[in-house]
T-cell receptor, first 109, second 114 residues
Framework: SQELEQSPQSLIVQEGKNLTINCTSSKTLYGLYWYKQKYGEGLIFLMMLQKGGEEKSHEKITAKLDEKKQQSSLHITASQPSHAGIYLCGETLDYKLSFGAGTTVTVRA | EAQVTQNPRYLITVTGKKLTVTCSQNMNHEYMSWYRQDPGLGLRQIYYSMNVEVTDKGDVPEGYKVSRKEKRNFPLILESPSPNQTSLYFC?????????????FGPGTRLTVL
């Protein structure tokens, strides 16, 4: 199965600062998904990207898929405590869904 | 309320004692799947089902069984649990296949096998 690499593995950000998470694939992504998980809880869908160069925003979160469709980034502007959690990127191949290992975000007041 | 429910939420058992984790969705979704989440390994797919009576292996199916006799239910069966199956398990569903469809996740089942 195609492997997704996420970076960084974890990060600590001061409240109000911006942060960026990256998700990289060795092959072309046909659909890239971003989910958020609060510790020990289920995943919540954030965004889905399909086209090269596509960018989507929801509140203070922006996700982009590069033109080659091999890398995606998730950017949070002016982070808040509610942004803390684990962010996972995922992609589908046939009928399977695979995820990166996740990025743990801690927001310090 | 549209949701995916899992039971039990927490389970401690012993090696070799058969167990079933139930999963149910009330959204009439065709696609359902099971994942396990382990530190450093992320979320890995165990089995998925495209519809009633149609199931297939994910990336880590060894030691697990599933069935899909009804559209709403997709139980995960561990016939002879072992300590390496200690993990956090998630069930998810979507309207159709995972491509271009949001997955709705259950709250998780934390399983410990002694």
């Amino acid at each position: 199965s195609q492997e997704l690499e996420q970076s960084p593995q974890s990060l600590i950000v001061q409240e109000g600062k911006n942060l960026t998470i990256n998700c990289t694939s060795s092959k072309t992504l046909y659909g890239l998904y971003w989910y958020k998980q609060k510790y020990g809880e289920g995943l919540i869908f954030l965004m889905m990207l399909q086209k090269g160069g596509e960018e989507k925003s929801h509140e203070k979160i922006t996700a982009k898929l590069d033109e080659k469709k091999q890398q995606s980034s998730l950017h949070i502007t002016a982070s808040q405590p509610s942004h803390a959690g684990i962010y996972l990127c995922g992609e589908t191949l046939d009928y399977k869904l695979s995820f990166g290992a996740g990025t743990t975000v801690t927001v310090r007041a | 309320e549209a949701q995916v429910t899992q039971n039990p939420r927490y389970l401690i058992t012993v090696t070799g004692k058969k167990l079933t984790v139930t999963c149910s969705q009330n959204m009439n979704h065709e696609y359902m799947s099971w994942y396990r989440q382990d530190p450093g390994l992320g979320l890995r797919q165990i089995y998925y089902s495209m519809n009633v009576e149609v199931t297939d292996k994910g990336d880590v199916p060894e030691g697990y069984k599933v069935s899909r006799k009804e559209k709403r239910n997709f139980p995960l069966i561990l016939e002879s649990p072992s300590p390496n199956q200690t993990s956090l398990y998630f069930c998810a569903s979507s309207y159709s296949g995972p491509s271009y469809n949001e997955q709705f996740f259950g709250p998780g089942t934390r399983l410990t096998v002694l």
